[in-house]
């Protein structure tokens, strides 16, 4: 049922706005049909990326050229930076995360990809978020953007890490997106 999202996307074109899709992939608010058959029994690896492959061509594809960027791969890190155990990684491997981004592309190639996460401001993750995009960049996965959500508080972060949060990005030579904010 698109009804919904396409009000969203048709408000932000008639606003002349810079529309973000959030999010293609994420372990959390995932219905758990999506990784088991119809006997209940989790998926094959090939059985997960096709639909992982239908669910993005099908959403992607639906907006092609209206939306300009999708935040592709969401929250994929633990706190200690190390890829977190979803059911996307569990079935299909490490490589789900390039494979997304490789679907989004192929959807719709004019639009900006991106990964997105939280708490990139601490050191452990920042440092597992600069891993995986020189990484997916070095395999040659497309990726425009990395996406910090800035769940703030007035004590934290400090101007020091989020400077450094927004600082490792642009050396990644990937943008810097402040994809959520609040206080």
């Known amino acids: 049922n698109f009804t919904i999202s396409d009000q969203y996307v048709a408000f932000g074109q008639k606003h ?3 529309i973000v899709g959030h999010n293609l992939v994420w372990h959390n608010q995932t219905p758990a049909w ?4 119809d006997k209940g029994k989790l998926l094959t690896r090939e059985a997960l990326l096709a639909r992982l492959h239908d669910h993005i061509s099908t959403v992607v594809g639906r907006y092609k050229g209206r939306i300009q960027s999708w935040d592709v791969v969401n929250e994929a890190l633990n ?7 979803s059911l996307w990684y569990k079935i299909i491997g490490p490589d789900y995360i390039a494979k997304a981004f490789e679907y989004a ?12 996460d939280y708490n990139i401001e601490n050191q452990a993750k920042r440092d597992g978020a600069v891993a995986l995009i020189k990484k997916l960049k070095a395999e040659g996965v497309p990726i425009d953007f990395v996406g910090i959500q800035d769940h703030d508080n007035l004590t934290w972060p400090t101007t020091a890490q989020e400077d450094a949060a927004i600082s490792a990005g642009a050396q ?5 997106a402040i994809s959520e904010l609040d206080i």
């Open 16 to 18: 002349h706005m810079w």
């Open 34 to 37: 999506v990784f088991h058959d």
């Open 79 to 85: 706190e200690d930076g190390t890829l977190r155990q």
């Open 105 to 116: 592309h192929e959807a719709d190639p004019q639009a900006q990809l991106t990964y997105n």
């Open 172 to 176: 990644l030579g990937v943008k810097v």
